[in-house]
């Protein structure tokens, strides 16, 4: 059974970093590329981060560039990603993904962690 579960979400003011965690089961994680997505209240879901199966290639986001990192652990399964600087309009749920490629739709998803930047 195919599981991604985040974790490290929470409410954090306005200045503050996280860092999320996506494990990952099921499935051979070293062979997939892996995404973060976040989608905020009434918004479309939006492509964050993405990293290479073996992590030699990240792209992000314009709104995040400079201010999250993409990184994975392939011993452990896991994909995180630290965000830094954070603004009000990061808030929003965010998930982790997992595909055949860094530009391919993912065919699995986790069920999100909610993060909130607030004061």
């Known amino acids: 059974q195919v599981q991604l579960v985040e974790s490290g979400g929470g409410l954090v003011q306005p200045g503050g970093s996280l860092t999320l965690s996506c494990a990952a089961s099921?499935?051979?994680?070293?062979?997939?590329?892996m995404s973060w997505y976040r989608q905020a209240p009434s918004k479309e879901r939006e492509k964050v981060a993405a990293?290479?199966?073996?992590?030699?290639?990240?792209n992000y986001a314009d709104s995040v560039k400079g201010r999250f990192t993409i990184s994975r652990d392939n011993t452990k399964n896991t994909v995180f990603l630290q965000m830094n600087s954070l603004k009000p309009e990061d808030t929003a749920v965010y998930y982790c993904?997992?595909?055949?490629?860094?530009?391919?739709?993912?065919?699995?998803w986790g069920q999100g962690t909610q993060v909130t930047v607030s004061s």
């Open positions: 993904a997992a595909g055949s490629y860094i530009s391919s739709r993912p065919h699995y």
């Open positions: 990293i290479t199966s073996a992590g030699g290639f990240t």
């Open positions: 099921g499935f051979t994680f070293s062979s997939h590329a």
